[in-house]
Nanobody
């Protein structure tokens, strides 16, 4: 069973940056579709970025141009660099191994995840 462990969250002011990290045991980030997700209070979990085994990347429109998903294959770590953060980016952020190789569309990604980690909280103040 894949158990992701997210870290790097925190509290920042609008315009600030954070880098989230995700370590997964049991899968290689280079052979899976990996995704970053977030959930704001009272809202459903949404995918914000995905990266396939061959590094095909997709972003939600709300984060495009501000967030960058990447991975370190040697360390088996997934990252999410978040720049120019906005208050609406506030929420719990999760990473997940979605499925081997290719990524489904972002809108369906949360439905394809079997195991969620504990997440890491991101709070952006105005």
């Amino acid at each position: 069973q894949v158990q992701p462990v997210e870290s790097g969250g925190g509290s920042v002011q609008a315009g600030g940056s954070l880098r989230l990290s995700c370590a997964t045991s049991g899968v290689s980030v280079s052979t899976y579709c990996m995704g970053w997700f977030r959930q704001a209070p009272g809202e459903s979990r949404e995918a914000v970025a995905s990266i396939s085994n061959i590094r095909i990347i997709n972003y939600a429109n709300s984060v495009k141009g501000r967030f960058t998903i990447s991975r370190d294959d040697a360390q088996n770590i997934l990252y999410l660099q978040m720049n120019n953060l906005k208050p609406e980016d506030t929420g719990m952020y999760y990473c997940a191994a979605v499925r081997p190789l290719v990524c489904p569309p972002l809108v369906t990604l949360p439905n394809s995840v079997d195991t969620w980690g504990q997440g890491t909280q991101v709070t952006v103040s105005s």
